[in-house]
Nanobody, 124 residues
Framework: QVQLVESGGGSVQAGGSLRLACVAS????????MGWFRQAPGKEREGVAA????????YYADSMKGRFTISHDNAQNTVYLQMNSLKPDDTAMYYC?????????????????WGRGAQVTVSS
């Protein structure tokens, strides 16, 4: 069974940076994509960024473009999310996802595997 474990969350002030990491283990991750989603209290889970593992093409939700960067290390089965210029609105639990089934990239139900999340809190 594939397991995804996130790390790197924490608390920062607005304008600061954090780097999240997600390590996949326990089996072969199906599909070519790995991604990051986030969910703030009382809100739906939303897509943040995704990356193709076979070529590195990356995709970003509009509000994250220019501030967040997704990258991957296939040898380490790890995907990263570098977050810069953080804002209080970025406060959320950030989830790693894998096993994209196809269709809409930012639709959570199209992803098979999920980590337990890493909390990111940005204060003003």
């Amino acid at each position: 069974q594939v397991q995804l474990v996130e790390s790197g969350g924490g608390s920062v002030q607005a304008g600061g940076s954090l780097r999240l990491a997600c390590v996949a283990s326990g089996g072969t991750v199906s599909g070519n994509y790995m991604g990051w989603f986030r969910q703030a209290p009382g809100k739906e889970r939303e897509g943040v960024a995704a990356i193709r593992r076979d070529g590195g093409m990356s995709y970003y939700a509009d509000s994250m473009k220019g501030r967040f960067t997704i990258s991957h290390d296939n040898a380490q089965n790890t995907v990263y999310l570098q977050m810069n210029s953080l804002k209080p609105d970025d406060t959320a639990m950030y989830y790693c996802a894998a096993g994209f089934l196809g269709g809409q990239l930012w639709l959570p139900r199209m992803w098979t595997y999920w980590g337990r999340g890493a909390q990111v809190t940005v204060s003003s």
